[in-house]
């Protein structure tokens, strides 16, 4: 895993439209935000965090993809790939819980990192800031549920 502090996020600032956690953020904004991130570049078949880790931080996928695998009774379970734009890790961030799953880059993957401790930050530097990313956080968590929804429902009609 190699992290970079790149100072230039001209590429990312390019492709707002591809991350819907940043949804309704001013250029301005992403800025800020991006501030408190730290971007890591991490090879193919590399773990980001296994399941039952402590969460420490939320990332957003700026190049590459990534797989959450769900272990039980020795079994492997592919839950979802995310690519370019999703963001994962949110759900144990803000619940405050293990990470359900492990997550493994399915090739050469950039990502930007939020840490728990520079959410908190956030939270106390800038509230409108943090509370858009909160609802756009929400909305993600709210398509997450729905898609495990619809895959218990194909499950349940074997």
Excluded at 19 to 29: R, T
Excluded at 133 to 157: A, D, F, M, P, Q
């Amino acid at each position: 895993m190699e992290k970079n502090n790149l100072e230039n996020y001209t590429e990312i600032l390019k492709n707002l439209n591809s991350f819907p956690i940043l949804g309704a953020f001013s250029k301005d904004e992403v800025t800020e935000f991006l501030s408190y991130t730290e971007i890591t570049k991490i090879k193919s078949g590399e773990k980001i965090f296994s399941q039952g880790d402590s969460p420490e931080a939320i990332y957003l996928i700026a190049e590459g993809e990534i797989k959450l695998e769900y272990e039980i009774d020795s079994k492997i379970y592919n839950l979802k790939n995310y690519k370019k734009g999703d963001c994962f890790g949110q759900l144990a961030l803000i619940g405050i819980m293990p990470y359900l799953a492990t997550s493994i880059c399915v090739e050469d993957t950039t990502l930007i990192s939020l840490s728990k401790f520079s959410f908190h930050a956030l939270s106390k530097n800038n509230i409108k800031l943090f509370s858009k990313l909160l609802l756009n956080i929400s909305r993600e968590i709210c398509r997450y549920n729905y898609y495990l929804t619809e895959c218990l429902g194909e499950v349940l009609k074997k």
